[in-house]
């Protein structure tokens, strides 16, 4: 039976996290890692199970411990991954592809195949991972990277801080709206690429550091190798999407995607959640929830409804307090 998602650390201050009990060791053969530079770190240096599978609390206790990641802030984020890429009856989620550790197959159309699964939480317009398109959706692109560390260079003096988060997020659009005929970014994908987007300078900046700005040094350390830096200490306050206005404020961009197969046709979808209607991210998620569970049984059904009641305090948090709780499959 899962357990109920921890709660906030007591300590929140910021503190050494790259310490003795916790040494970076490369990832060995049939362990999963993926598109998250956060999760593939914490695998990396064993804050979850080194092989990158993990319980939903794991996973919260993880960046909780790590990152300083806020609470509610994690919650949301943790059990959005879980309810769409993990294994529900057994309570695990792969951070990379799909593996038997996760346990026996959901009935389709479900799938429990983890971050790497396209078009559920992984999408389109990452920084240094490129579109599903192209083949490869979760490894580390040096190409990305190179343009990562350009923009620093022009916009930020060699560092990424806002500002440079604010530009790269608009360039990659542009460059999937030119590149990538199917490029789609909306629901989930729109405001997951602009969380993300700010996760560097909140999370990847030394707790020391008064200034958020992240040397290069420590960028590639992270989204390549996977490693803290040496002697990394955390965040020195709780923290989450914190920046996002900012830099959507910079080039704002409505959902949508290119249609009818071709570049440079991008159109709106005015049926999206956006900014202004959070609570739309809500209804979408529990749409894509219904689809992927038409007709759950027995201990999948009794999971899934604890799933989505433990998900909902991260809702309430991070989308609004007026997105009201609902209930797919009842109450008990
Ligand atoms: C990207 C999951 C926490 C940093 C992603 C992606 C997933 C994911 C599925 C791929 C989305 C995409 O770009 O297509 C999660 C989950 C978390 C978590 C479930 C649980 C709390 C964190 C933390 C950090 C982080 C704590 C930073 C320390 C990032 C960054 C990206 C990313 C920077 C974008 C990578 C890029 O665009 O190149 N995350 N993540 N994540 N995550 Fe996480």
Wanted: proline content about 9%; glycine content about 8%.
């Amino acid at each position: 039976n899962p357990p109920p998602p921890p709660g906030p650390p007591k300590f929140t201050g910021t503190k050494l996290v790259h310490d003795r009990a916790h040494p970076w060791r490369p990832p060995r053969d049939g362990d999963e890692r993926g598109p998250c530079p956060g999760m593939n770190t914490l695998a990396s240096h064993g804050y979850i199970s080194r092989d990158g599978v993990a319980s939903p609390s794991e996973m919260i206790t993880a960046v909780q411990e790590a990152f300083n990641m806020e609470n509610k802030f994690a919650i949301f984020v943790t059990y959005l991954a879980h309810l769409l890429n993990g294994n529900i009856a057994s309570d695990l989620l792969s951070i990379g592809g799909k593996t038997r550790k996760t346990g026996p197959d959901p009935p389709p159309p479900a799938h429990a195949g983890g971050f790497n699964v396209h078009g559920t939480f992984e999408g389109d317009a990452g920084m240094t991972r490129a579109d599903a398109f192209f083949g490869d959706n979760h490894s580390f692109n040096q190409t990305l990277f190179d343009k990562l560390v350009e923009l620093s260079n022009r916009y930020g003096d060699g560092f990424y801080n806002l500002t440079v988060a604010g530009e790269l997020r608009s360039q990659v659009l542009q460059d999937s709206i030119a590149t990538n005929p199917e490029f789609s970014f909306k629901n989930v994908r729109y405001f997951t690429a602009y969380s993300e987007s700010v996760f560097p300078v909140n999370f990847f900046v030394d707790g020391r550091r008064t200034e958020k700005k992240l040397d290069m040094d420590s960028a590639r350390s992270f989204f390549k190798d996977m490693k803290f830096p040496p002697d990394f200490y955390r965040s020195a306050v709780p923290i989450a999407d914190q920046g996002l206005s900012e830099i959507y404020a910079m080039h704002p961009f409505l959902p949508g995607g290119n249609v009818d197969g071709k570049v440079n046709n991008f159109a709106v979808d005015p049926a999206s959640a956006d900014f202004t209607k959070p609570c739309a991210l809500y209804e979408d998620i529990l749409n894509t929830v219904k689809r992927l569970y038409p007709n759950p049984a027995g201990l999948l059904r009794r999971n899934l409804i604890k799933c989505l009641h433990d998900f909902h305090p991260g809702v309430a948090a991070v989308l609004g307090r007026d997105c009201v709780e609902q209930f797919p499959y009842g109450k008990k």
